[in-house]
């Protein structure tokens, strides 16, 4: 019999084509709650805190690829260089500079996508198109050889109008397409749009998403007052 969390997976994993990538964020959950959606084979987890993924890494099989999906100071990267998967919310050069350092330090390359800021809130972190071209426009990647950069990141406006998150999903589609065409048109590990969370990913899609991060309608509601 099958446990609620592997239902809410293969329930997700039914209704979305084969080529989107599902990543469960498990921000707040503990290691047991993880588990559960590993014995029933699903490997790729997002966290969003340095502090809770560190804690729960070692804790857990070692074939997990572990998503950092939320912001990352560069004092911290140390910290995860050696293991995490992808960093999906990079959002300076800094930090740019700084993964490629403490990858290199850890003898590998880190898969990265650079995160723009889509939604109308303040808060929410990431570049500016202009800041993104710059950079690539420069020859800075070349000086970064172990950093692998697979494409863009976003998130939307928490709202329940559907015409405004259409707007931000079509318009980080549209960064990721310009940057493609621009600056990695012969880079075939550009590909990725991650975009769509538990209330918005359908529409996600729709718009072009190539990887959605769902918490809440896998693990069910997080009962903290963390709100990202
Ligand atoms: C928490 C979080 C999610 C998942 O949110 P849900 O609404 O629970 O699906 C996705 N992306 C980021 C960056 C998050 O912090």
Redesign the pocket.
């Known amino acids: 019999m099958m446990n609620d969390i592997a239902q809410n997976i293969e329930k997700v994993l039914n209704e979305i084509p084969d080529n989107i990538q599902l990543v469960a964020?498990s921000?707040t959950k503990p290691v047991e709650v993880i588990k559960e959606a590993y014995d029933a084979g699903f490997r790729i987890f997002?966290e969003?805190r340095v502090q809770e993924l560190i804690e729960k890494q070692p804790q857990l099989p070692d074939d997990i690829r572990w998503h950092m999906?939320?912001h990352l100071q560069t004092n911290k990267v140390k910290y995860i260089a050696s293991f995490v998967d992808m960093i999906e919310?990079v959002d300076s050069l800094k930090l740019l500079n700084t993964i490629n350092k403490e990858a290199e330090k850890a003898n590998r390359q880190i898969d990265c996508l650079l995160q723009f800021h889509i939604a109308q809130e303040e808060s929410k972190y990431g570049f500016r198109i202009e800041e993104v071209e710059e950079m690539l426009s420069s020859d800075i990647l070349k000086q970064l050889p172990y950093i692998r950069l697979k494409g863009v990141m976003g998130?939307g406006t928490f709202t329940d109008d559907q015409n405004v998150l259409i707007a931000e999903f079509s318009y980080l589609k549209s960064l990721y397409d310009k940057l493609k065409e621009n600056f990695f048109g012969s880079d075939s590990a550009f590909k990725e749009v991650s975009m769509g969370?538990?209330?918005d990913y359908k529409l996600a899609i729709r718009e072009g998403s190539t990887m959605i991060?769902?918490?809440?309608?896998i693990f069910g509601r997080?009962s903290s007052c963390q709100i990202?």
């Open positions: 964020v921000k997002g969003n999906i939320g919310s998130m969370m538990s209330g991060r769902l918490g809440t309608s997080r990202v």
